[in-house]
């Protein structure tokens, strides 16, 4: 956070609360323009959310490939060191 100012995303986590805690559904336009935020990036932002959620519960119960491995390992920055193989090492036959 520079100056003082929250980013985007914590805005809309912190609409996402108000409107869930107190039950403001038909404030959403409101809050959004009081705190200078397009109503179509807060919706976009909760739709990205739960695409992601639902894409991590379908890889944790679905079969596994190399891509989603790699994906779930970014993801929690898990590093695989392969050591790779020496190519000045005689191979005896």
Do not use: W
Request: net charge positive.
């Amino acid at each position: 956070m520079k100056n003082n100012k929250l980013t985007p995303s914590k805005i809309f986590e912190l609409i996402h609360g108000l409107i869930s805690k107190f039950d403001l559904k038909g404030m959403t336009k409101q809050l959004c323009k009081i705190s200078n935020i397009s109503t179509s990036g807060f919706y976009r932002s909760l739709n990205t959310q739960t695409y992601i959620n639902t894409k991590e519960n379908k890889d944790l119960k679905s079969r596994m490939n190399r891509k989603k491995i790699q994906r779930i390992m970014r993801k929690y920055n898990i590093i695989c060191p392969i050591r790779k193989s020496n190519p000045y090492k005689s191979k005896v036959a």
